[in-house]
């Protein structure tokens, strides 16, 4: 007798999870782990209401049946100047349970607080005033791996924020309004790219004082309109590659060592030929993938953009991959504005909806890299 055999069934779909928060969410965070059975999500939000920005730190918790249906329980929240641009977090070397949470600013101020993962509350350690050394909204910051440094963009203007001296800045280039950053990511210690206004990146060294050391000038709409850089990312065992997202559903990455020729993930480029494109709007958004969703967990080539994550302005969030079909993963009626992966387990995302609320999905445990 012929044995029939049948396919293996399909891997567990993606669970998505909806939480409303009655509360516009400007950006949100994963913090570090203390523990298997305790995690918490930190929120940039504002409330129209009130007109009262704020930054919250809840905890996330699972229910233990076959939804695992996610919650979310507020521990604390701070009130802010004015609504957070930027959001970032940055392990503290001395005490894990006490991370570094960088904030800035429309009116230009830039927060630093700890975080007291044990008993959910946050501590403003220092400031830089609103009127003090920024002229404007601060529009991207990012915090050194190893805590030190702060670098911020501010519409022209690059600036480092000493974090030992708690507070101390100093200003890294003006261009006198010639050039309009949006938004940063260090790459080493010493080394940090920007991107902005005309599709521009830009690569910065501290050793090397007085400008940039390696431009790239983009041209993803033929001039017909200007563009700009929202999102870089770096993965830092690639630090010569960067990955950048913007305006027209455009996303691509930029080796420095091969400087005129970008790799185009998504979108359309003058002159480069269509690219998968899931987006035509803006690209809020660029995170590298540390989960394997490929098929082909093979030996991955050095050359190879590693697989990056995406949210856009027309309700779209998705992984794309060199080579490969884009896996859209949400398709909302409004914006994501933001999102993050987590660290640590990298099979969960959390993500910002237009419609003041909250998507976590949780991705098959055993598709992780």
């Given amino acids: 007798m012929a044995l029939t055999t049948f396919p293996p069934p399909n891997p567990s779909p993606v669970q998505i999870h909806r939480l409303p928060q009655y509360t516009y969410i400007d950006a949100l965070r994963w913090l570090p782990q203390l523990s298997a059975f305790t995690r918490h999500i930190l929120l940039a939000t504002f409330d129209s209401d009130t007109s009262t920005p704020s930054i919250q730190i809840f905890t996330f918790t699972t229910t233990q049946n076959p939804k695992n249906t996610p ?65 404007g909204a601060v529009l991207g910051i990012d915090v050194s791996d190893n805590g030190s440094e702060c670098v911020t963009v501010e519409n022209g203007r690059v600036n480092l924020v000493n974090l030992a001296e708690k507070g101390s800045v100093r200003r890294v280039f003006d261009s006198n309004g010639l050039v309009s950053y949006s938004t940063v990511k260090w790459a080493s210690p010493v080394e940090f790219v920007t991107g902005g ?48 997202g913007g305006s027209s559903g455009t996303v691509f990455a930029w080796d420095i060592r091969w400087q005129q020729q970008p790799i185009i993930l998504s979108g359309a480029w003058a002159g480069g030929g269509p690219a998968n494109s899931l987006s035509e709007s803006e690209v809020w958004e660029v995170q590298y993938d540390n989960y394997r969703h490929s098929s082909n967990t093979g030996n991955v080539s050095s050359s190879k953009i590693l697989p990056a994550m995406i949210c856009s302005e027309d ?29 640590e387990n990298p099979s969960d995302v959390i993500c910002s909806l237009e419609w003041e609320s909250i998507a976590i999905l949780m991705r098959p445990q055993d598709k992780r890299q």
Avoid: M
């Avoid at 390696?214 to 700009?228: A, D, E, H, L």
């Avoid at 992984?319 to 859209?328: H, K, N």
């Fill in 71 to 135: 919650s979310l329980t507020h521990q604390s929240s701070v009130s802010t100047p004015s609504r957070i641009t930027s959001l970032k977090i940055a392990p503290s070397p001395l005490n894990p349970s006490k991370p570094l949470i960088a904030a800035s600013t429309f009116s230009g101020a830039l927060l630093f607080y700890s975080a007291d993962l044990v008993n959910g509350s946050l501590n403003l350690e220092f400031s830089v005033p609103e009127k003090g050394f920024h002229l």
């Fill in 197 to 244: 206004l005309g599709f521009g990146l830009h690569w910065w060294d501290q050793r090397k004082p007085g400008g940039p050391v390696v431009q790239f000038k983009g041209n993803w709409t033929q001039g017909t309109t200007s563009g700009i850089v929202h999102s870089v990312d770096i993965q830092r065992s690639r630090k010569h590659t960067c990955l950048a």
């Fill in 315 to 343: 309700g779209i969030l998705a992984v794309i991959e060199q080579g490969e079909e884009p896996v859209e993963l949400l398709a909302e009626p409004c914006a994501i504005n933001s999102f993050d992966i987590d660290k």
